[in-house]
C-alpha cells in the first residue's frame, strides 16, 4: 500500500488551527491563574509538540512555523521602531551609517 503524498499546506494549516486553540486555551487559563500569556503560550507549544502529544510533529511543519514567526516578529519589531525614539543613540546609529 503506498503512502498518500505529503501535503505541506494542508498540515501547516490544520496545525495552526490546532496551535491556535490550544494557545488560546493555555492563555485563557494562565491568565485565570494570575500568570503571564508567553508562559500560557510557552506551555502550549511544549503541550502540543513533538515531545508532548505530539499533535504536530512534521519537522517541515514546525519549520514553516518558526518562519512565520520570524517574519511576524521582523514586522512587529519594524512597525514600533521611531529613531527619533532612540535619544543620542539615534545620532551615532546615522553617523555609523553614512560613513560606510
Do not use: K, Q
Not at 503524498?5 to 494557545?23: F, I, K, S, T
Not at 518558526?66 to 545620532?91: D, M, T
Amino acid at each position: 500500500m503506498e503512502d498518500a503524498p505529503h501535503n505541506l499546506v494542508a498540515d501547516v494549516m490544520l496545525g495552526g488551527v490546532v496551535l491556535l486553540g490550544a494557545a488560546l486555551i493555555s492563555v485563557l487559563i494562565f491568565r485565570r491563574l494570575g500568570l503571564g500569556a508567553v508562559l500560557g503560550y510557552l506551555a502550549a507549544g511544549i503541550a502540543i509538540g513533538p515531545d508532548g502529544l505530539g499533535l504536530i510533529g512534521a519537522p517541515e511543519t514546525i519549520l514553516a512555523y518558526s518562519e512565520i514567526g520570524i517574519i511576524l516578529l521582523f514586522s512587529s519589531s519594524g512597525w514600533n521602531y521611531r529613531p527619533a525614539g532612540c535619544g543620542c543613540c539615534a545620532g551615532i546609529f546615522c553617523c555609523s551609517v553614512r560613513c560606510r
